[in-house]
């Protein structure tokens, strides 16, 4: 079988919380002012009620919403595919299959946690979101969800990205969302950076400043994050759960599962269902490994300990790997993987050695994203070729050895609004930094 499908009435209607599997407690946010423990209700000057229970719930099952899972069916479930013509070049043994979550219509996995974000913030009566943007894709399906939901929905973009992908804005404002360029003169976090210099490339720390800012100074406005939170984490299970289905219909049981990480959200979302497996004892040898690229190594060669999700020091102080807040990494094409922080789930998983971390370059990371263009088809976008550079590895160690390990890989999103950068390594101009 090359595509294994499921009828849509076999999307799932719970997501799976990690949180009481996990076999110590996370260290708790603590407020940036008093250095101690934040209790969970500050939040909600920046967060709907609905999403702060999540953010620390212990129920393992938490159900969907009707008015959610109506929208996932636009494009859920997701195929499993098989990934038959690669392994044929690979000449391996390895069975590879991978999620391909690019088929949203925003083009990759964000839209699973967007359009869960966007119903708990109508429910709670908020008109208003704001958000960050990097490379587009969060401000794509985070204006893409908000649309369904009578929300209005502004994103302060990422100014070098605001200039260098312009498609990416016109599709958020396609779907009515704002696209503001930032460091931009409206918030004070902005202004620090703006008024030195109006051409600022900006980064999405700064960004996340000025979406944040904004939030907790407008009554009728909240603010929406696209990873790293557990509630995020939560809503992205639906991958791994749909994918633990879908390989059993094609009789097999993963070894490695791989996901590139940025903040950590559509790895958690395929590899939790089957790390739930390995933490209750059941699958002791199931290999779960995060990817990540040598321009922003968190996993790798980040320092566990607390520090600020955002740039000027507003969000809490979460425990987590981290290259820094102040960190600026270099301007790699896998824009959604340039985040000096990671998860804290996720980080928790791999101190413990539950998940075992990779970097690759960016030019090896766009080697295997042609090859894989080349033998599937699809162009994946630049973030998850960091998934499909590892899945190849593996592929070709078997061949080595003669294992017949079955690799599952997420196809987090697709690249074509990245085909500048395929001008560039197609060219050969491509570099490392
Ligand atoms: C945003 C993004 C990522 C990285 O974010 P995570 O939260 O780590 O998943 C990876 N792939 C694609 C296609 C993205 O859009």
């Given amino acids: 079988m090359r595509k294994i499908l499921l009828p849509e009435h076999e999307i799932p209607t719970r997501w799976l919380n990690i949180l009481p599997l996990l076999p110590e407690p996370l260290e708790p946010p603590l407020d940036p002012q008093t250095k101690e423990p934040m209790s969970p209700d500050k939040l909600s000057v920046i967060f709907p009620e609905p999403l702060i229970e999540q ?45 391909n979550e690019s088929v ?22 908020v008109r208003r979101l704001t958000t960050e943007t990097g490379a587009g894709q969060w401000g794509s399906a985070l204006s893409f969800a908000t649309q369904f939901f009578g929300i209005e929905c502004r994103v302060y973009m990422v100014r070098v990205s605001y200039n260098q992908k312009p498609y990416r804005r016109v599709l958020m404002e396609t779907w009515k969302g704002e696209v503001i360029p930032s460091p931009s003169p409206n918030t004070e976090a902005g202004k620090k950076f703006y008024e030195k210099d109006p051409d600022h490339p900006g980064s999405l720390g700064i960004a996340i400043s000025e979406a944040i800012e904004e939030a907790a100074t407008r009554d009728d406005t909240k603010y929406s994050l696209g990873s790293v939170l557990n509630h995020v984490l939560l809503h992205q299970t639906v991958i791994g759960l749909e994918a633990k289905k879908q390989m059993e219909m094609a009789g097999f049981y993963p070894d490695v599962v791989i996901g590139a990480v940025g903040g950590g959200s559509n790895f958690a979302g395929l590899s939790f269902p089957f790390l739930a497996d390995k933490l209750r004892g059941e699958k002791p040898n199931l290999e779960v490994v995060a990817v990540e690229p040598t321009a922003c190594p968190t996993l790798t060669e980040g320092e566990y300990r607390y520090d600020f999700g955002d740039t000027v020091g507003m969000t809490p102080l979460i425990k987590m790997y981290t290259l820094g807040h102040d960190f600026v990494p270099p301007p790699i094409h896998a824009g959604g993987l340039r985040y000096h922080g990671d998860a804290p789930i996720v980080c928790k998983l791999y101190d413990l050695g539950y998940i075992s971390a990779a970097a690759y370059r960016q030019t090896e990371v766009f080697e295997a994203a042609v090859t894989f263009a080349r033998t599937e088809g699809i162009v994946p976008a630049p973030e998850s070729a960091h998934a499909v550079k590892r899945a190849i590895d593996e592929a070709i160690k078997c061949r080595e050895t003669g294992e017949e390990k079955v690799i599952l890989f997420n196809l987090s999103g697709h690249g074509y609004f990245d085909l500048n950068a395929y001008d560039r390594f197609l060219q050969g101009k491509l570099e490392d930094s």
């Fill in 55 to 99: 953010e620390v719930s212990d129920r393992e099952w938490i159900d969907i919403p009707d008015e959610v899972l109506k929208i996932y069916s636009l494009w859920r479930p997701t195929p499993l595919h098989r990934a038959l013509s690669l392994e044929e070049y690979l000449k391996t043994p390895a069975k590879i299959f991978y999620k």
């Fill in 104 to 125: 949203s219509p925003p083009g990759s996995h964000k839209p699973n946690t967007a359009v869960a974000q966007a119903y708990y913030n109508r429910i709670s009566g």
